[in-house]
């Protein structure tokens, strides 16, 4: 029975991945926040799993560009076993102003504040 039941918790584990679907939050700016185990492929995977969707979005709304605002993504943890992935994006013509050469930048973690006297 033991066996069993590790059988069956180990092949949940190994298999899941979710998204919470891509959310309006403005004109044509979204969200949307996945996950994915790393039997299912962890951090890449949710990433993935992410930037599909958000090509679907923009697909839908007439063969838009996914033009990515920020990411986020974390490693699964001793307490949370899920990586994790939040992609704030727009869906914009190629042909837009705003769509040129993207250049992520990670945002800071810490912000240092310096005081002079």
């Known amino acids: 029975m033991k066996k069993c039941i590790s059988v069956v918790a180990a092949i949940v584990l190994a298999g899941c991945a979710n998204s919470s679907g891509v959310v309006k939050v403005g004109p044509d700016t979204f969200t949307i926040s996945t996950s994915a185990s790393p ?13 599909q969707e958000a090509s679907e979005e923009c697909n839908k709304r007439g063969g838009l560009e996914v033009f990515a605002l920020s990411e986020k993504a974390a490693s699964p943890t001793w307490t949370e076993g899920m990586a994790t992935m939040e992609l704030n994006f727009r869906c914009l013509r190629a042909d837009d102003a705003e769509f040129k050469r993207q250049r992520m930048e990670r945002s ?10």
């Open 39 to 51: 039997g299912k492929g962890g951090v890449p995977a949710a990433k993935r799993i992410a930037y």
């Open 108 to 117: 800071p973690d810490q912000i240092m504040e310096i005081r002079k006297r």
